[in-house]
Every structure is written in C-alpha cells, then in structure tokens.
C-alpha cells in the first residue's frame, strides 16, 4: 500500500455535455470549456495523476449537484432561494502523500467556475503492486 491524497473536484459542465458522456462520448468532456480547463489542469504534468508510468490519471464520474443558492449568492447557475440541479462530473486523481500539489489547488480554484468550488482532498492509501 502507498499514502496517497485524493483530490476529487466536482465540476459543473453542459446538458448536452452530460447527455454525450451517458450516451458513451467520452470526448464530449474536451469541448466543455469548465471541464476543459480543469482536465488540461490535470494533465499539466503536476503531481496530480502521477503514477509514475501513468500521468494525468483522473477518474470521471458523470451525475448532478443539487443546490439552493442563498439570496446574497451570486451563482454561476440557478437563483437564489430556488432549488437547482447541476449537470456534473466528478474528477478525481491522487498524488504521492509527501507530494506539494499547494500551486496545483490553487490553480484548480482559479480556474474552477463555481462561487463556491467543491474540491476535497482526502488522505488515502492505494494499493499497489510490487
């Protein structure tokens, strides 16, 4: 086993990105410009997906947020006191327990479209082999 961190980011993306993701279109992600530029993110060779023979490993999981945005909440989607549902994917990638992945949060928030971004970051071990 290896200490890890999980870095799991939920990230809004379009219906009809959601639509061709369930439909089996996994390149649909590639056009949606929030998740877009979260994965290029990913993929920037940070120590975020790094498995030493594999770089930029992110899981992603499609589904929905569900959200009441509060009256002085300025959201990206939805208004305030009404209930919304938000096309979703979840990304989720690890790096070493040891790793300094500081400059990789906080570009991820910069670049993360929602008032309040979602990214948790978890101490994890992975099992692995050898």
Request: proline share 8%; aromatic share 4%; hydrophobic share 50%.
């Amino acid at each position: 086993m290896r200490d890890a961190l999980a870095v799991k980011i939920h990230c809004p993306i379009a219906p009809a990105t959601l639509a061709a993701l369930l439909a089996g279109d996994a390149a649909a992600l590639g056009a949606d410009p929030s998740a877009a530029a979260l994965m290029n993110l990913l993929r920037a060779g940070t120590p975020l997906g790094d498995f030493g023979l594999y770089h930029g490993v992110v899981e992603i999981a499609p589904g929905w947020e569900h959200f009441t945005p509060a009256p002085g909440a300025n959201p990206t989607l939805g208004t305030a006191d009404t209930v919304s549902l938000s096309p979703t994917v979840i990304l989720t990638t690890y790096a070493s327990a040891d790793a300094d992945i500081d400059s990789a949060l906080t570009a991820l928030m910069a670049a993360h479209p929602w008032e309040v971004p979602v990214i948790e970051v978890q101490h994890t071990r992975l099992l692995v082999r050898g």
